[in-house]
């Protein structure tokens, strides 16, 4: 399968696993990436995201994991590493020590917090993206940082030669649409709620959450649109529809839920980090049940 974005189509947005001390846990990492990308389908990784709780961890270890991950499986499937903060010039150190680390790419959130204005938002980017080799893929996700990247902010940094793909959280189909048609930067959900809808307009994939628990259920949809198989696309994504409401909208950080379902799955995952708090027994149970539904389903159709 000949993938259609610059990173592949079926990305992970990898959590981080942790001791039971909750220290940086690198042989489980190695062991979770190996498993999403050999018996997964992945065809890259995205570490240090909010998924992989960047928030509460050190730069150091933000750089032990993207060496570690790569080790792992740099040489079957793309390694990104989220860079984004608050801070440019801690934006641009953390993007130059990912590249060292050897990320084939990075991915860039807006700003957040200080909601800084379009003009402020596109240099922000730039000075990113001028610092480093490798490419970049822009994070749009104004309901966690404030601010959107604005369709005419995107149309200008699809200009940049290194600003290459665009993670989209912003539910605004009509606008990704339009930057999807105007430029050649490859648009990934998400929110995979949306993944074949913006993969049917022009998407070049997704970097998913759910992807660490389901990573075949996810791809399933992109591979039966590839192949035809509109209605069977269709099909697998509201399959998928029960564990992805779970894991993304019960309430609770997707990171907090793909925990307690790795966990119960005996695949390395770890607690989260305060201000996190770990999933309840009824969450993870009905996780579980949700997972088990979907991988059922799935193994009926082989």
Not at 9 to 34: E, K, N, V, W, Y
Not at 179 to 205: F, K
Not at 220 to 244: E, F, K, M, S
Not at 267 to 280: F, H, I, Q, S, T
Request: glycine share 12%.
């Amino acid at each position: 399968m000949t993938a259609s974005g610059p990173f592949g189509r079926a990305l992970c947005a990898m959590i981080t696993p942790f001791t039971s001390a909750g220290t940086l846990d690198l042989d489980g990492a190695q062991s979770l990436a190996d498993r999403l990308v050999s018996e997964g389908g992945c065809e890259g990784l995205v570490l240090n995201g909010t998924t992989g709780e960047s928030p509460t961890t050190t730069d150091a270890e933000k750089s032990a994991l993207v060496r570690a991950v790569y080790e792992a499986v740099g040489d079957r499937a793309s390694v990104l590493a989220g860079v984004g903060s608050a801070d440019t010039r801690h934006t641009v150190e953390l993007a130059r020590e990912a590249e060292r680390a050897g990320a084939d790419g990075l991915l860039v959130v807006t700003p957040y917090y200080s909601r800084p204005p379009q003009d402020a938002v596109e240099a922000h980017f730039r000075r990113v993206a001028d610092a480093v080799g490798i490419p970049l893929m822009l994070y749009d996700i104004p309901g966690r940082t404030g601010t959107r990247i604005e369709v005419g902010t995107m149309l200008r940094l699809a200009g940049h030669p290194r600003i290459t793909a665009v993670k989209d959280c912003a539910y605004d189909l009509l606008g990704s649409a339009t930057v999807i048609s105007r430029t050649d930067l490859a648009y990934y959900s998400g929110c995979e709620e949306l993944n074949l809808p913006l993969y049917a307009v022009g998407g070049a994939g997704y970097v998913s959450t759910v992807a660490n628990s389901a990573p075949r259920a996810m791809r399933a949809v992109l591979d039966a649109y590839d192949a035809g198989d509109t209605a069977g696309a269709a099909r697998a994504h509201r399959r998928a529809l029960p564990l992805i409401t779970l894991t993304m909208a019960s309430g609770l950080p997707g990171t907090v839920t793909t925990k307690g379902l790795l966990g119960a799955l005996g695949l390395p995952a770890g607690p989260v980090r305060e201000p996190l708090r770990p999933a309840d027994r009824a969450t993870v149970s009905g996780l579980l049940e949700a997972y088990e539904l979907l991988d059922q389903q799935g193994q009926s159709d082989m």
